[in-house]
């Protein structure tokens, strides 16, 4: 009797039994939304990871690749006749690098370990000859330096008249460069842990099997995980882009609703894949590592740290084919370009497919026990 009043009451009210079946439908996804919400009180770890961590990486990182003044050149000359005459000729045209005169062994010795960036030796007919490592950066242009010293020294004119303007403008910057690649990591790792491990860690302790028993849909469940993600990437937007504009100077050239957009189109797609990465998983073991071989080559690979320019070209566009590479050129480019969300139609539609094809799979392949 009470099963047959239910459609009579939904009638006399104004609303027919299929609105009802909807309103109940979408009330739980509501409730399954705010459980997980709240599931963040009862392990406040989590925040530390998911909101401090960020904010401590990018301030040690920014402290650490910092504008500076250039490093003092170190320059050994082995000892002889005309070494300290040396010493003080190159000193003269460019005091920024320091000069040694110490005995052979020394020199070699110092330039191995790193202690001097070019080691000298006079060849006796009144030239030099240099010992430098190819493979560091400062021991050539430690070389390039002195040798322009003691050209220039010995009457060598250049044959163009030049100048330089100093340029250290914010967008040039490590800082500038590294915030947005800790933006889109932090939302790779936040959804593939936060979704991933939690869906395993439930059906650990058994706990995915009492939502067998009701009518809730998977497609419901998993959406409702995803959603999640949403709310907590409004915040670490907020919190990382607040930071490094309040302690690093960083300059936003795009608008905050691109940069959200694309922030939100970036953690479904990678709560996506931790919903795919946990759809069968049964251990914490293998979840974790599951997660790690997914988002590795994306730590190496998709710029975070470093410009992915430097691999070779024939590997770029499977690198550019990776949704964390996506949501960082996507994010460099509206933060520190200011181009307008059109311009990010591609990238955009990277994270699209792999979070849209994770997401099907995940619920076609998922499984409760």
Same mark, same amino acid.
């Not at 590592?289 to 080559?297: E, K, R, T």
């Given at each position: ?6 459609? !009579? ?62 490093? *003092? ?29 110490? /005995? ?12 001097? /960036?070019?080691?000298?030796?006079? /060849?006796?007919?009144? $030239? ?47 800082? /500038? ?16 842990? $936060?979704? &991933? ?61 691109? *940069?959200?957009? @694309? ?7 990678? &709560? ?15 979840? #974790? ?17 470093? #410009? ?5 070209? @024939? ?19 509206? *933060? ?9 139609? !591609?990238?955009?539609? !990277? ?8 997401? !099907? ?9």
């Amino acid at each position: 009797m009470a099963v047959s009043e239910q459609p !009579v009451r939904a009638i006399e009210t104004g609303g027919s039994p299929r609105q009802v079946r909807r309103n109940g439908r979408w009330s739980g996804y509501a409730h399954l939304l705010v459980a997980r919400l709240l599931e963040m009180k009862r392990e406040p770890e989590v925040i530390f990871w998911v909101f401090g961590f960020p904010i401590l990486l990018a301030l040690g990182l920014g402290i650490a690749f910092r504008n500076k003044p250039a490093d *003092i050149t170190s320059v050994a000359i082995v000892a002889g006749p005309a070494a300290q005459e040396t010493a003080a000729m190159v000193q003269a045209k460019n005091p920024s690098i320091h000069v040694q005169v110490v /005995d052979s062994d020394a020199a070699e010795q110092g330039l191995r370990l790193g202690k001097y /960036d070019l080691a000298m030796e006079s /060849d006796g007919k009144g $030239g030099y000859t240099y010992r430098y490592d190819p493979s560091r950066p400062e021991s050539v242009l430690s070389h390039s330096e002195v040798d322009d010293a003691l050209q220039s020294a010995a009457g060598r004119k250049d044959p163009l008249p030049t100048s330089t303007v100093a340029s250290s403008e914010p967008g040039s910057r490590y800082i /500038d460069f590294l915030i947005p690649g800790l933006l889109g990591m932090n939302l790779m790792n936040a959804a593939m842990w $936060g979704l &991933g491990f939690g869906i395993v860690d439930m059906r650990q302790r058994k706990l995915l099997k009492r939502f067998v028993a009701t009518p809730m849909r998977r497609s419901d469940f998993l959406l409702a995980l995803m959603s999640s993600r949403l709310i907590l990437m409004l915040v670490e937007v907020g919190l990382l882009l607040g930071f490094g504009v309040l302690a690093f100077h960083m300059r936003v050239l795009g608008s905050l609703w691109t *940069i959200l957009l @694309v922030g939100m189109i970036g953690a479904l797609s990678f &709560g996506g894949l931790g919903l795919l990465t946990a759809c069968r998983a049964q251990k914490i073991e293998s979840i #974790s590592g599951l997660i790690n071989v997914v988002m590795m080559p994306m730590w190496i690979f998709s710029g975070v740290f470093f #410009s992915y320019e430097r691999f070779p070209a @024939v590997v770029q566009p499977l690198i550019k084919a990776l949704p964390l590479t996506a949501m960082n050129d996507a994010l460099r480019a509206t *933060i520190l370009q200011g181009e307008p969300l059109r311009a990010q139609a !591609v990238r955009l539609l !990277v994270l699209g497919l792999w979070g849209g094809l994770s997401f !099907v799979l995940a619920v076609k392949w998922f499984r409760w026990t």
